[in-house]
């Protein structure tokens, strides 16, 4: 899950969400190091689909089956 997949011909898909922050943080090729980009840059720059793509779950776990 590349979050530059448009530098691999690959697309990058956002959930709706995400795309409402300011500014999103992601791994930078290490598990010590992060990159903080404004989403608006970062939506410049990969032109990311925006799409629904997290399912809320209710707050009480012992109610998932």
Known sequence: MPPFGNLYGLPTYVDQHLAQEDYIIF????????I?????DYA???KP???D???DRPADRSRWS
């Open 27 to 34: 791994e930078a090729g290490t598990y010590t190091d992060a």
């Open 36 to 40: 903080k980009i404004s989403y608006r």
């Open 44 to 46: 410049r720059a990969v």
């Open 49 to 51: 689909q925006v799409a």
């Open 53 to 55: 793509l997290v399912i």
